[in-house]
């Protein structure tokens, strides 16, 4: 063998490993490849076993000096190999094809893709902004309810509108607020209460209907809105109370109740702000709300005070048929009076509940009003009665009835007037005042009696016609 034909075969060899590891892999990769490639790729998986058995046909021919046209075999070889390389172009274009279109397809899924969380995110956003929304009005709601409760719990007018404030003002973002009422004999908007402020300037507001933000918004019945009421001219007119406040943005709503104007809700912030339109509808609910609850607290405190004037009337009504009664028979002046004083005293000492213990002052004071109806050559007569004028005298407490029974109010008294000369049943105190201050008190056909002998009187009397444990505390209390 000569130096070049040496020097080829050691050549081949390498080629030849390669070519093994190559159909290797081709075999390897064979279930991967899809079924329009396989024709090719076994194709291309014959020639390389071809370009093996030539090499080693060709070592053959060098290592045992066989005579053979070499040519032949290089130019097989080149045939093979030309045919190899057509098919690694065809496969390397059809893998290029699949990979552009591949490209393509990553291209639109990955567009799809930015398109779709694009989308995501603004219904992240608006989920998010909804569920921002619907906590804000759960908080509005708990806050409505909130003030609910307080209206229902207190009609005195300061606490719940200081109440109001406390729960309102802090959710509607605010640093501070004032209730302004209207007092309707003035036309003027006066302090109601305040929330928030670090001075007391707020309390010295006085604002006519008409006249700066509250005024507007009371006059006109509509939201005010100043942006910046340090920016002049503004309407609203009481900078001057506020000036180290530091407020900038101010809202005024009218409070309306009944068609009727009650006052103003005005509240400040220390920046700007501006309303959306939800903050708004929640603001204007509030003042619905503090409307409702000065409504009803007014209309409350003028039921207790026509109350008490009712109560005052009757009871001046009943005091006055007490002197009337006193003044058609001068002898008994102020006995009334004492038997009533006399009787309450006794029913305190016994603990007689304070909403009876008016009940038994109209009673003692009205328990002679039966006398009206007893002719007065009876009722004056300075001797003995006769039978029939006895008997006339005794059906004064039946005239009482008669007299007292219609009036409703009068209905809890009517038992002193009525039953104040029954003998002893366990429960009346009002016969033993009764009978003492007559003893004690002159007629025109007695003398008074010593107290001493008017008690030994009564004890006397105890356990028949007096309850003896009233006695003793009858007697221990005069």
């Given at each position: 063998m000569t130096p070049s034909q040496l020097l080829s075969t050691i050549l081949v060899i390498p080629g030849i490993i390669f070519l093994s590891v190559a159909a290797r892999l081709c075999v390897q990769t064979w279930r991967q490849v899809p079924i329009s490639l396989a024709g090719k790729w076994q194709a291309l998986t014959g020639l390389i076993l071809?370009?093996?058995?030539?090499y080693l046909f060709f070592i053959v021919i060098q290592v045992r000096q066989l005579v053979f046209p070499v040519e032949i075999v290089t130019g097989l070889v080149f045939l093979g190999g030309s045919l190899f390389v057509f098919l690694v172009i065809g496969l390397s274009r059809?893998?290029?094809?699949?990979?552009?279109?591949?490209?393509?397809?990553?291209?639109?899924?990955?567009?799809?893709?930015?398109?779709?969380?694009?989308?995501l995110e603004k219904e992240i956003a608006a989920r998010m902004e909804a569920e921002g929304r619907a906590k804000a009005?759960?908080?509005?709601?708990?806050?409505?309810?909130?003030?609910?409760?307080?209206?229902?719990?207190?009609?005195?007018?300061?606490?719940?509108?200081?109440?109001?404030l406390e729960q309102t003002v802090s959710q509607l973002g605010m640093d501070a607020g004032a209730i302004l009422l209207l007092n309707?004999?003035?036309?003027?908007?006066?302090?109601?209460?305040?929330?928030?402020?670090?001075?007391?300037?707020?309390?010295?507001s006085r604002v006519r209907l008409g006249e700066g933000g509250a005024g507007l918004a009371a006059y006109e019945r509509r939201i005010v809105y100043i942006a910046d009421?340090?920016?002049?001219?503004?309407?609203?007119?009481?900078?001057?109370?506020?000036?180290?406040?530091?407020?900038?943005?101010?809202y005024a709503v009218p409070l309306i109740a009944k068609g009727q104007v009650k006052g103003v809700f005005e509240i400040f912030c220390r920046q700007r702000f501006e309303a959306d339109p939800e903050w708004s509808d929640f603001f204007e609910a509030l003042a619905i709300q503090a409307a409702i609850a000065i409504d009803n607290a007014?209309?409350?405190?003028?039921?207790?005070?026509?109350?008490?004037?009712?109560?005052?009337?009757?009871?001046?009504?009943?005091?006055?048929?007490?002197?009337?009664?006193?003044?058609?028979d001068s002898e008994t002046e102020g006995h009334t009076q004492r038997v009533?004083?006399?009787?309450?005293?006794?029913?305190?000492?016994?603990?007689?509940?304070?909403?009876e213990l008016d009940h038994v002052r109209r009673g003692a004071l009205l328990h002679d009003i039966g006398k009206m109806a007893v002719p007065d050559s009876v009722l004056m007569n300075a001797g003995p009665l006769t039978e029939e004028e006895q008997q006339i005298m005794r059906q004064h407490p039946a005239f009482a009835f008669d007299l007292l029974s219609p009036i409703h109010y009068l209905r809890p008294a009517l038992d002193i007037p009525y039953c104040h000369h029954e003998w002893w049943d366990g429960t009346r105190i009002f016969s033993i005042a009764d009978t003492w201050d007559a003893?004690?008190?002159?007629?025109?056909?007695?003398?008074?009696?010593?107290?001493?002998?008017?008690?030994?009187?009564?004890?006397s009397l105890a356990g028949t016609q007096f309850d003896p444990n009233l006695v003793d505390i009858f007697l221990a209390t005069v």
């Open positions: 071809f370009f093996i058995a030539g059809l893998t290029i094809a699949k990979v552009r279109d591949a490209d393509k397809e990553i291209l639109r899924t990955n567009t799809a893709l930015v398109h779709k969380n694009t989308e009005r759960l908080q509005h709601l708990t806050t409505l309810h909130a003030i609910d409760m307080v209206i229902t719990a207190s009609l005195d007018l300061r606490l719940t509108m200081k109440l109001f309707p004999h003035t036309q003027t908007l006066d302090h109601g209460a305040d929330w928030g402020f670090e001075g007391l300037g707020i309390r010295k009421i340090t920016e002049l001219p503004n309407p609203f007119v009481r900078l001057e109370l506020l000036q180290h406040e530091k407020f900038i943005t101010y007014t209309l409350f405190r003028k039921l207790q005070e026509s109350n008490i004037e009712l109560t005052l009337a009757y009871d001046t009504t009943i005091e006055g048929w007490a002197k009337a009664l006193e003044l058609r009533a004083e006399l009787t309450l005293k006794v029913a305190c000492a016994l603990g007689i509940r304070e909403d003893l004690i008190s002159a007629r025109r056909y007695r003398e008074a009696w010593l107290p001493e002998k008017v008690a030994a009187h009564i004890h």
